[in-house]
């Protein structure tokens, strides 16, 4: 990756890439564990309510798939501007 171009456009593609995960981890954490919980208080999943659910285990299991999402994605576009290990 040799000219300010191909730089920038790494640069830019893995900060969408952030973006984009810390979008989906604050929806399914906040959104859904803090602002939504009354709206799925009907909804139960394994003896609790879904809003309680995600608030406890859903953000978690959210945040892991997001991990290696995230390096899927990352070990991706490394490969195609150049810089992998």
Not at 4 to 10: E, G, H, I, L
Not at 58 to 76: C, H, R, T
């Amino acid at each position: 990756m040799a000219d300010k171009s191909t730089s920038n456009a790494y640069w830019a593609a893995n900060v969408r890439v952030i973006l984009i995960s810390l979008a989906i981890w604050f929806v399914c954490s906040f959104g859904l564990g803090i602002i939504l919980r009354p709206a799925l208080s009907g909804i139960h999943i394994g003896g609790a309510d879904l809003g309680f659910w995600f608030a406890q285990n859903g953000s978690i299991y959210v945040f892991l798939v997001l991990i290696f999402a995230y390096a899927a994605k990352m070990n991706k576009l490394d490969k195609e501007y150049g810089v992998e290990e």
